[in-house]
Nanobody, 124 residues
Framework: QVQFVESGGGLVQPGGSLRLSCAAS?????????IGWFRRAPGKEREGVSC??????NYADSVKGRFTISRDKAKNTVYLQMNSLKPEDTAVYYC??????????????????WGQGTQVTVSS
């Protein structure tokens, strides 16, 4: 059974940093799959944050220059390094695999296939 487990969230002050982890089980994070990080803030729709695939990475405009996505094949894990965090980054963060990063908007709208997520709260 394919499962993604997100971890690394927590409470951090504005300007702080967190590193989220997305560990895959029952699935090998091969280069030909894209892995995306998504988030859902209270009262808002889920949105794509960042994605990594063989051809490279991409980021939502709201996190460019602050977040970095990376992949550790040996650990079968994808990370999201989040720096200069802002209160508007507060959300539950999820990771999932799909064919191409260009499909992020479509993936963000699906209702199933999401894990538990990890809560990120940015507050003073």
């Amino acid at each position: 059974q394919v499962q993604f487990v997100e971890s690394g969230g927590g409470l951090v002050q504005p300007g702080g940093s967190l590193r989220l982890s997305c560990a895959a089980s029952g699935f090998t994070l091969e280069d030909h799959y894209a892995i995306g990080w998504f988030r859902r803030a209270p009262g808002k729709e889920r949105e794509g944050v960042s994605c990594i695939e063989r051809s490279g990475t991409n980021y939502a405009d709201s996190v460019k220059g602050r977040f970095t996505i990376s992949r550790d094949k040996a650990k079968n894990t994808v990370y999201l390094q989040m720096n200069s965090l802002k209160p508007e980054d507060t959300a539950v963060y999820y990771c999932v695999s799909f064919p191409f990063c260009r499909n992020m908007a479509t993936i963000s709208r699906r209702d199933t296939g999401w894990g538990q997520g990890t809560q990120v709260t940015v507050s003073s």
